[in-house]
T-cell receptor, first 112, second 114 residues
Framework: QQQVKQSPQSLIVQKGGISIINCAYENTAFDYFPWYQQFPGKGPALLIAIRPDVSEKKEGRFTISFNKSAKQFSLHIMDSQPGDSATYFCAARSGSARQLTFGSGTQLTVLP | DGGITQSPKYLFRKEGQNVTLSCEQNLNHDAMYWYRQDPGQGLRLIYY???????QKGDIAEGYSVSREKKESFPLTVTSAQKNPTAFYLCASSMASGTSYEQYFGPGTRLTVT
């Protein structure tokens, strides 16, 4: 019940295209859903996050869509750029603890 | 500059040896975490600490030990009991209370045991 399932494992997109990464969870106690971006050999960095009281959050080219009833959330990267090529992790946190449960990651490659 | 430092970036050890990974933060965060990252498995929590002199086991604590003697430091020891120690190890920190949930990560230490 603590798992967060992420798909796809890898994604190749042309420059200018839309990248979509999906995550699903079971634990209804999760109350914070961040996305992290990680470049090779570096630590992850927070990209964007959402609380379950909103259905969408947009920051620049990055948008989180959240479907509470389906227990799913997704990251959309508009106008994808080669510099977006990285591994993306979704995560979820329950209110009772400060630990994050991470998805397995998606390796995004944006072709020039 | 505020942030999290991990040293060394690369570490090599022979099987059977204990090794300690360093993690220091100057963000004045109360909570600190250790994660292990393996290809295709995301980040898995090893140990976490919400306050000095206290820490809790995460999902994969077997074969690891930690200490939290100072707020800014949270070293991780990979013992010889850890069956598959070769991995990328990440340290993170966050506020322990309030509305900010963000975890800040260090640059990681890649440990290779042969």
């Amino acid at each position: 019940q603590q798992q967060v399932k992420q798909s796809p494992q890898s994604l190749i997109v042309q420059k200018g295209g839309i990248s979509i990464i999906n995550c699903a969870y079971e634990n209804t106690a999760f109350d914070y859903f961040p996305w992290y971006q990680q470049f090779p050999g570096k630590g992850p960095a927070l990209l964007i996050a959402i609380r379950p009281d909103v259905s969408e959050k947009k920051e620049g080219r990055f948008t989180i869509s959240f479907n509470k009833s389906a227990k799913q959330f997704s990251l959309h990267i508009m106008d994808s750029q080669p510099g977006d090529s990285a591994t993306y992790f979704c995560a979820a946190r329950s209110g009772s603890a400060r630990q994050l449960t991470f998805g397995s990651g998606t390796q995004l490659t944006v072709l020039p | 500059d505020g942030g999290i430092t991990q040293s060394p970036k690369y570490l090599f050890r022979k099987e059977g040896q204990n090794v300690t990974l360093s993690c220091e933060q100057n963000l004045n965060h109360d909570a600190m975490y250790w994660y292990r990252q393996d290809p295709g498995q995301g980040l898995r929590l090893i140990y976490y600490s919400q306050i000095v002199n206290d820490f809790q086991k995460g999902d994969i604590a077997e074969g690891y030990s930690v200490s939290r003697e100072k707020k800014e430091s949270f070293p991780l020891t990979v013992t010889s009991a850890q069956k598959n120690p070769t991995a990328f190890y990440l340290c993170a920190s966050s506020m322990a209370s309030g509305t900010s949930y963000e975890q800040y990560f260090g640059p990681g230490t890649r440990l290779t045991v042969t």
